[in-house]
């Protein structure tokens, strides 16, 4: 069974650049045809998927937050990473990465970290 | 403002069927883009509970169905449990916004 596991910095300033890194394990990030997305939910709210990435690097963002967000992935440590510029409390969310099958659905969750952005 | 549109609660008491609604448009669902559904436990991640509009991942009971017809998709839970005490998401892909991924703002299911 594949795991994922989130890590970043914790708090971001405003108006910095929010960082974070998913791990994978139980297999390889290039096995299969699977994008590997990130997703967020701010407290008490709904899921708002960010963007995916493929391990040949294509990358598709949500309009949204194209203008503020790059994708990369690093195939030989099995990790996809997120940053998001001039970050504002608006940002504030529990921040999940996932696996995208070829359905289209996210069938392998990370447990999720906090990232706080004051205001 | 989600692109999916889900009622914001619904209840029943235990063994009863309950469904939950999912309300799309013509450039998701309506497009005959396949629907997800996810379980989200308190403080817990979200898990797949139906994907392709009706199939069940390993270990999902078959008290757990879901439907499509139109722009619109149904999750049905049987024989209601405490444990089935939750958020419910619909997911689907748009086509028109980019080939984004895209959810119903959740449901959250109390069992009386």
């Known amino acids: 069974q594949v795991q994922l596991q989130e890590s970043g910095p914790g708090p971001v300033k405003p108006s910095q650049t929010l960082s974070l890194t998913c791990t994978v394990s139980g297999d390889s990030i290039n096995s299969g045809s699977y994008y590997w997305s990130w997703l967020r939910q701010p407290a008490g709210k709904g899921l708002e998927w960010i963007g995916r990435i493929h391990p040949s690097g294509s990358a598709y963002y949500n309009p949204s937050l194209m203008s503020r967000l790059t994708m990369s992935i690093d195939t030989s440590n099995n990790q996809f990473s997120l940053r998001l510029r001039s970050v504002t409390a608006a940002d504030t969310a529990v921040y999940y990465c996932?696996?995208?099958?070829?359905?289209?659905?996210?069938?392998?969750w990370g447990q999720g970290t906090l990232v706080t952005v004051p205001s | 403002q989600s692109v999916l549109t889900q009622p914001p609660s619904v209840s029943g008491a235990p063994g009863q069927r309950v469904s939950i609604s999912c309300t799309g448009s013509s450039s998701n669902i309506g497009a005959g883009h396949d629907v997800h559904w996810y379980q989200q436990l308190p403080g817990m991640a979200p898990k797949l509970l139906i994907y392709?509009?009706?199939n069940r991942p390993s270990g999902v009971p078959d008290r757990f169905s879901a439907s499509t017809s139109g722009t619109s998709a149904s999750l049905a839970i049987t024989g209601l449990r405490a444990e089935d005490e939750a958020d419910y998401y619909c997911?689907?892909?748009?086509?028109?916004?980019?080939?984004?991924?895209?959810f119903g703002g959740g449901t959250r299911l109390t069992v009386l």
């Open positions: 392709g509009h009706r």
């Open positions: 997911q689907s892909y748009d086509s028109g916004l980019s080939g984004s991924r895209v």
């Open positions: 996932a696996r995208d099958s070829a359905w289209r659905a996210f069938d392998n």
